[in-house]
């Protein structure tokens, strides 16, 4: 992807306090690229949920929010990073309705619905990494 | 206040000598020390005078100085807090005292910049008249020995500032779990709970229980869950939403969710959570019609 980025923001996602600040801090960036009420409300819910993930299924880890352009195109990426113990059963943890914390486990099948863009990459053992985008609609 | 401070910073006897065994703190410096006092004694006022020379010098550190008699009081309090350091003793009278002036320093907002500056200032003046007065190996272990003590001083006054910090922290959240579950009686067995601001998990749990209680002692037969004031409903507020509904349906009323604008209703499709088990109402006027109409009530016009 040859995403021009126009600004960044690493932020640690090591308490609950951490998902609050980074989904502000997402929403800030949405509105600033002109993101339309919906899509804000959608990419702030989905930094919600990957933070929360990171938190609880990662034990902890960081998390990047920036502007991006593509095309003339402005939109948020979200990068979350953790060091956990990874995501053994991706396709049924993409599915939802599965958890392994006793909730509802819509966060991740709900967050790729709430984006224009999900990439997963996790490795049993070693961690996980999901990159999002939300864009500004033409 | 002191007192409190003792103890929250955990000087008794067995922290006062672990806090000085790790700033290294000996009898013999103590001793070294108290043999400069009358050095002290004849340049404390000059000390004084140059110390306040940088602390008026600021206009920040100015501010704390109100008129020239509240300088004349703290100048008098910095003679003794600096001969102080020459007593020869480092006794939990001493860090009482110490902790008086972090107190202090707290209670009027002067910040650990303003004082450890000051402190900077000290040592250099203290490092000026000792090694300008006193043979050079001599001095150099009454530097140790002032610095260790100056250091610890310092540690005392952070932690004062820290920890009363915190105390205020701890108060202000303290008041706000008390403000954020209000449970309304709107109506005879009709509770209303606005909620406002970010719900995390110990939060949500303080809610759910204020709720259960309050639905016993009132008999009531609907809730009314308004989350207008709520920024956000992810899938783990929409979870504890779910629970609060289904622990409500067990004594026996129902839940209404209100205050839903375009944007939330939008993102719950999204995410894929069925809210089924609650009435919906967008507004909080229409939940109110839907709880009295749920216990065979209405509102209507007055006759003419």
Known sequence: MSDQVLSRDDLPVTTEGDVVTVRRRAQAVAQARGLGTFAVAAVTTAASELARNTLTHGRGGDASVEAVARDGRQGVRLTFRDQGPGIADLSRALAGGFSTARSLGLGLSGSRRLVDEFDIDTTPGKGTVVTVIKWARF | ?304
């Open chain 2, 1 to 304: 206040m002191v007192t409190n401070f003792m103890h929250r910073l955990n000087i008794d006897d067995r922290g006062l000598a672990s806090r000085r065994a790790f700033f290294e703190i000996t009898d013999e410096d103590l001793a070294r020390l108290a043999t400069h006092r009358g050095l002290a004694e004849s340049h404390s006022g000059e000390v004084v005078e140059k110390l306040y020379h940088l602390l008026l010098g600021h206009p920040e550190s100015r501010a704390f100085f109100p008129d020239d008699s509240s300088v004349r009081r703290v100048k008098q309090l910095q003679h003794t807090y600096f001969l102080g350091l020459f007593e020869g003793r480092c006794d939990l009278a001493y860090v009482e005292n110490r902790l008086r002036v972090g107190a202090a320093h707290e209670r009027i907002g002067l910040a650990p910049q303003w004082y450890i500056g000051a402190y900077g200032r000290y040592l250099r003046l203290i490092f000026d008249h000792l090694f300008g007065e006193l043979g050079a190996a001599e001095a150099q272990a009454a530097v140790q020995s002032a610095t260790k003590l100056v250091l610890f001083d310092m540690s005392l006054a952070i932690d004062t500032y820290i920890a009363a910090n915190l105390d205020t922290v701890a108060r202000h959240q303290a008041a706000i779990r008390e403000m954020s579950t209000p449970v309304i009686k709107v109506h005879q067995g009709v509770l209303l709970l606005p909620l406002i601001g970010t719900v995390d998990s110990h939060r949500a749990e303080q809610i759910m229980e204020t709720l259960l209680m309050r639905v016993v002692e009132e008999q009531a037969r609907a809730v009314i869950v308004d989350i207008a004031g709520v920024p956000l409903v992810d899938t783990m507020v929409a979870d504890h939403l779910l629970k609060t509904t289904e622990a409500v349906r067990l004594l026996g009323a129902q839940t209404i969710l209100t205050g839903i604008s375009a944007q939330i209703a939008r993102t719950i499709v999204q995410l894929g959570v069925d809210i089924s088990a609650m009435h919906t109402r967008a507004r909080l006027a229409d939940g109110i019609v839907l709880a009295l109409s749920l216990l065979g009530r209405e509102i209507t016009a007055k006759a003419p």
